[in-house]
């Protein structure tokens, strides 16, 4: 009986080692199908052709040309448009020493000094405590308008410089005015 026992055990373990072989075999030849991908060449796809123009016409006789490409004009490049320019009788305006609470307001006049419109979109404050108001009209060539700003210096104490950017049709786009203040709290 140990002898048949034996056996049985040499059969299993060979039956085993077998099914690893074939499996390693397998196994060997996917890993060679990955690394070679000559094995796995897939076709081009090939646009069919035809002729531009109908058949029989000469293409000297009738050109091809595209119906609608007239239709789409192309826009002027941005950098080539021409802009205005702006020139501010002052870039900062100092309040000098105010007390704090006060509500102060001054202008900035501005001349517009090209020979195009100018045209001011937009002024955006560095702080809330600052409000500009820009003119809403366009400025013809050679003349002047003023940008008005108020200062709330509630809740502000010592040196304050808050700035306003001016976005216009100009280059650069934006310009930068500014106020200054030295505010005194209220206490002294």
Not at 81 to 98: C, H, L, N, Q, S
Not at 171 to 177: A, D, L, M, N, S
């Amino acid at each position: 009986m140990g002898n048949r026992v034996s056996a049985v055990v040499i059969i299993v373990l060979l039956a085993v080692a077998g099914y690893f072989a074939v499996q390693n075999v397998q196994l060997k030849k996917k890993l060679a199908e990955q690394e070679n991908p000559l094995n796995h060449i897939i076709a081009p796809a090939i646009p069919e052709t035809r002729p531009a123009n109908p058949e029989g016409a000469s293409p000297f006789e009738k050109p091809n040309v595209d119906p609608v490409a007239d239709q789409f004009k192309s826009q002027p490049d941005v950098d080539t448009m021409p802009v205005a320019e702006i020139k501010f009788d002052k870039m900062v305006y100092d309040f000098g020493r105010i007390t704090e609470g006060d509500v102060v307001k001054t202008q900035f006049k501005f001349t517009n000094t090209s020979k195009v419109v100018l045209l001011i979109s937009h002024a955006q404050p560095s702080c809330g405590c600052t409000v500009p108001t820009t003119p809403k009209d366009p400025v013809k060539p050679g003349e002047s308008n003023v940008i008005d700003v108020v200062f709330n210096s509630i809740g502000k104490r010592g040196e304050t410089i808050k700035t306003i950017a001016i976005t216009a049709n100009t280059k650069p786009r934006e310009t930068t005015i500014a106020i200054k203040a030295t505010v005194i709290p209220k206490d002294r």
